[in-house]
């Protein structure tokens, strides 16, 4: 290890916050490099030294003007109890949307499986429907316009087929 | 029993005004100090400090102990702290030319290395020394000296709240003594007699 590589893992090693590699690292460094070790040494009396900074202590009044601002913080309202929390809100808001969608789709067990009675009511009427006489004189049927017949498709020029 | 910051936080959102009060008195020293370090100035370190602590108690309602209480207070102090300095900075940027002297402190001169520090130098110069030296750090190194000297926190702490990777904060943190151990030669060089035949690093 460099002196340069050492210098991250030297604070480390001082507060005796580096794992087991990084100390014996810096430690095999050290032993072999006089100038680090004496700038380890400096920072160990510099620490020292930064004890020395002076302290200051909140003014009297420091805690009263906090309790007064935390006092004049707006209070949550009666309707707070009924939105504690606005992620619940929005998700039960959410449900409840979804909900309101889900029972408005068609009724889905229309397209399922026939009842009993649907069945019935197909089968009673399949008689009438069979026989032709019946269907004959159905007015309702003669007043239904009568489909076009077929038009043959003019031939193109170009469709001309050739047998040579 | 005695309960944690987490709890006492815990218990502020559950509505408990008391553990809020509790909060307020262990940590408005350490908090006026930080921010006073941090600013420079004691009337706008108890300005901030007192923001801090409305903050902390607006954002009752959504605290979640996902990190430590420390953590995440110190990080709402250092965003407004640096928030404040660079503020300040470009404010008096905008100073018209014509203006008088800027009144700060007065120039504090710094010892050389070769200076030896006097014995009988006042204490009370010797903690200014060694303020002023702090306080000329650059912001993002001063805070990171803070919280690592001050407040004894975790790298792994220290580099959420500076919002960056541990091994970018270690860098960060060996600048900064180092400029510390440079600025505050007098008060750490090794006496010459031990340094005698050694050289600088590599």
New interface residues.
């Given amino acids: 290890m460099?002196?340069?590589d050492i210098?991250?893992?030297?604070?480390?090693y001082l507060?005796r916050?580096a794992n087991s590699a990084e100390r014996r690292a810096v430690e095999d460094h050290l032993a072999g490099?006089?100038?680090?070790r004496?700038?380890a040494?400096?920072?160990r009396?510099?620490?020292g030294?930064?004890d020395?900074?002076?302290?200051?202590?909140?003014?009297p009044g420091?805690?009263a003007?906090?309790r007064q601002?935390?006092t004049a913080?707006p209070r949550p309202g009666w309707f707070a109890w009924l939105v504690p929390q606005p992620r619940l809100a929005f998700s039960l808001a959410m449900l409840l949307a979804l909900g309101v969608w889900m029972a408005r789709l068609p009724n889905r067990a229309g397209y399922g499986a026939p009842t009993e009675q649907e069945d019935f009511n197909a089968i009673k009427d399949l008689g009438v429907l069979e026989n032709y006489e019946v269907l004959m004189k159905f007015d309702a049927l003669s007043e239904l316009p009568a489909a076009p017949a077929p038009q043959p498709v003019p031939r193109q020029q170009g469709d001309q087929i050739t047998n040579d | 029993m005695t309960r944690s910051d987490v709890q006492l936080m815990l218990d502020v959102k559950a509505g408990d005004e008391a553990s809020f009060e509790f909060l307020l008195r262990k940590y408005r020293s350490p908090l006026v100090n930080f921010l006073y370090r941090m600013v420079r100035d004691e009337a706008t370190a108890e300005d901030l400090a007192q923001e801090v602590f409305l903050r902390v108690y607006r954002a009752r309602k959504q605290y979640s102990p996902s990190a430590k209480f420390t953590t995440w207070f110190f990080r709402i102090a250092t965003n407004l702290a640096l928030n404040s300095v660079r503020d300040n900075r470009y404010r008096k940027r905008e100073v018209p030319l014509d203006a008088p002297a800027e009144e700060d402190a007065p120039p504090f001169e710094l010892p050389t290395r070769e200076m030896r520090i006097d014995e009988h130098m006042a204490e009370r110069d010797r903690a200014e020394f060694i303020r002023r030296a702090v306080a000329a750090l650059p912001e993002k190194q001063r805070a990171a000296v803070l919280l690592h000297k001050y407040e004894e926190m975790d790298y792994g702490e220290i580099a959420k709240i500076l919002d960056c990777s541990e091994s970018a904060l270690k860098s960060l943190l060996f600048r900064a003594y180092e400029t510390l151990r440079v600025q505050l030669a007098p008060l750490v060089v090794q006496p010459a007699a031990h340094r005698a035949g050694e050289g600088r690093p590599s």
Avoid: Q
């Fill in positions: 460099k002196c340069e210098s991250n893992e030297l604070i480390a507060d916050r490099c006089a100038a680090c004496e700038r040494e400096e920072f009396a510099l620490w030294a930064l020395g900074m002076p302290v200051i202590e909140p003014s420091f805690d003007r906090v601002r935390v913080e």
